[in-house]
């Protein structure tokens, strides 16, 4: 049986546990079938940061105007990007991530009407890049036929072996690395990750897992170097581990029954008068992970409140800053 390199590691365990914690206690705080303006909104920011990440200039709010039917200033080719990518993410709920031919028709439907080779694998020779970086050569097209076919044969033989979260990690780094197509590679991996993932629980429809990965571009593309410098996927699995975990922390931590106060008297609770904290003191008392969530829905509120002060006011952005009570 064709092997996949990787090993499951304490961290990775870990990570899955917390994962698979916090996604059971997300229905009933965030009731997604209920609200699908929230779903649409979690769907166009996942379709805006994936083609971000491939150099797509339009903003959030041309892809959701795009995506409306409304015109927009832009270039056609990305205007297009967008029509084909929200046409790919609505087939999510139906798709079989296992079956190689849907990977095939799915890509055919994100780069309509954009590449000549659309819903084929490449003929061509192709490089990673991250920007103008080379990250590595993909294998000959001659070979890709073979690595797909074993790649998929892999994950249907393991899919009631190996924990979704890492099954999906595992095949989002290989495709990366087999890079199949002329272009959309991408953009192709990241959505079927999505896709296996949903098949686990449904929520991951819609996470907007893409932004998270926006949000740590070059570690992406550094985690996607790492394994192909170790020969297996292990940096690039516990890279994506930490980012579901973040993205599912956040969301979490904005849920409905989170509201601007309680948040408010969260944060206070945990400072002591007279004592000065650090951003990531208070995020370790707090048990929050993602800076992004802790400065936007704690810090930012109770500062412009006035209800804590910063140690350094003339640099807000000091590395050195500290928070007190006032």
Do not use: C
Request: aromatic fraction near 8%; avoid cysteine; glycine fraction near 6%.
């Amino acid at each position: 049986m064709y092997e996949l390199p990787f090993t499951l590691t304490n961290e990775m365990v870990l990570l899955t546990a917390s994962i698979s914690e916090k996604a059971g206690k997300l229905p009933a705080l965030h009731p997604f079938e209920a609200r699908p303006r929230l779903r649409r909104d979690n769907r166009i920011r996942s379709i805006h940061s994936s083609l971000s990440i491939e150099a797509n200039s339009l903003t959030l709010s041309q892809v959701r105007s795009v995506i409306d039917g409304h015109a927009v200033m832009g270039q056609e080719k990305e205007i297009r990007e967008v029509q084909n990518a929200y046409r790919a993410y609505e087939e999510i709920s139906t798709l079989d991530p296992y079956e190689e031919k849907e990977l095939l028709r799915i890509h055919g439907l994100m780069t309509e009407e954009l590449v000549p080779e659309a819903g084929r694998y490449r003929s061509g020779g192709e490089g990673v890049f991250a920007g103008s970086r080379l990250i590595f050569m993909a294998p000959p097209p001659g070979l890709i036929p073979e690595l797909m076919g074993n790649l998929f044969a892999w994950i249907r033989e393991k899919k009631n072996e190996i924990h979704p979260l890492i099954l999906s990690s595992v095949f989002h780094y290989e495709f990366a690395f087999i890079h199949p197509f002329s272009d959309g590679n991408g953009r192709m991996a990241r959505l079927w990750q999505t896709v296996l993932l949903s098949k686990w629980n449904s929520l991951f429809r819609y996470i907007p897992l893409e932004s998270r990965i926006q949000d740590f571009q070059e570690g992406y593309y550094d985690a996607i170097a790492a394994s192909n410098g170790t020969g297996n996927s292990d940096v690039f699995i516990l890279f994506m581990l930490h980012r579901i975990d973040e993205i599912l922390e956040e969301i979490l931590q904005t849920s409905p029954g989170q509201d601007r106060e309680s948040r408010i008297s969260r944060l206070l609770a945990v400072m002591n008068p007279g004592e000065t904290y650090t951003a990531l003191e208070l995020m370790g008392l707090m048990g929050l992970k993602t800076r992004k969530t802790f400065r936007e829905n704690y810090l930012l509120p109770v500062l412009e409140k006035g209800l804590i002060i910063m140690t350094q006011p003339d640099k807000p952005r000091s590395r050195n800053q500290k928070y007190r009570l006032k």
